[in-house]
């Protein structure tokens, strides 16, 4: 039962530009939603989180947009920059936090 | 000084074999798990063990057992290994509360053969 879902495998942005990512889920009790980034042959890396009581969230370039109704999630990066190529996983969680449920991320590469 | 630590890295082994996987985590932290991420790169929880309870994923087959001596440990133990096992395995761990995310391993990559 997949409840976090990436519908993009794939996405590429030039350097400079804004990269968006998207993200859906289907249950409505999650508490928390997160970004992780993830690089060839290293664990994933947390970037960015949002608590389902907001709708925004900013730190630097990242922001993580909500919208509870469309039950959907993005995260903008703003500028975009080469290092910024990786693989960005979706993640859905409890306050509890015991049960973090991944999409299948999207792989985003920045072209300079 | 690294913060969630897994051994080894790579781990080819045939079928049938028993083997383990270390972890350990020096941030404090109360929550430790394992993921798994097979071929579709697909994370997927497998336990998650603190001091109270284990909770485990009802897909993970009997033959995967965590084991924490400590705290700061939760290794993956795994019997009688089949072709399916191949896939590449994180550790984490975690405060209690959700919106601090959770800090994983390198992952190990387990070939079966």
């Known amino acids: 039962d997949q409840q976090v879902k990436q519908n993009s495998p794939s996405l590429s942005v030039q350097e400079g530009r804004i990269s968006i990512l998207n993200c859906d889920y289907t249950?409505?009790?999650?508490?928390?939603f997160l970004w992780y980034k993830k690089y060839p042959a290293e664990g994933p890396t947390f970037l960015i989180s949002?608590?389902?009581?907001?709708d925004k969230n900013e730190d630097g370039r990242f922001t993580v947009f909500l919208n509870k109704s469309a039950k959907h999630l993005s995260l903008h990066i703003v500028p975009s920059q080469p290092g910024d190529s990786a693989v960005y996983f979706c993640?859905?969680?409890?306050?509890?936090?015991?049960?973090?449920?991944f999409g299948a991320g999207t792989r985003l590469t920045v072209k300079p | 000084d690294t913060a969630v630590s897994q051994t080894p890295k790579y781990l080819v082994t045939q079928m049938g074999n028993d083997k383990s996987i270390k972890c350990e985590q020096n941030?404090?932290?109360?929550?430790m798990y394992w993921y798994k991420q097979d071929s579709k790169k697909f994370l997927k929880i497998m336990f998650s063990?603190?001091?109270?309870?284990?909770?485990i994923n009802e897909t993970v087959p009997n033959r995967f057992s965590p084991k924490s001596p400590d705290k700061a440990h939760l290794n993956l133990h795994i019997n009688s290994l089949e072709l399916g096992d191949s896939a590449v395995y994180f550790c984490?761990?975690?405060?209690?509360?959700?919106?601090?995310?959770?800090?994983f391993g390198s992952g190990t990559r387990l070939t079966v053969v």
């Open positions: 984490a761990s975690s405060q209690e509360m959700g919106l601090y995310g959770y800090t």
């Open positions: 249950n409505s009790m999650f508490d928390y």
């Open positions: 949002i608590s389902s009581i907001k």
């Open positions: 993640a859905a969680t409890f306050y509890n936090n015991n049960d973090m449920r």
């Open positions: 941030l404090g932290h109360d929550t």
């Open positions: 063990y603190n001091n109270k309870e284990l909770i």
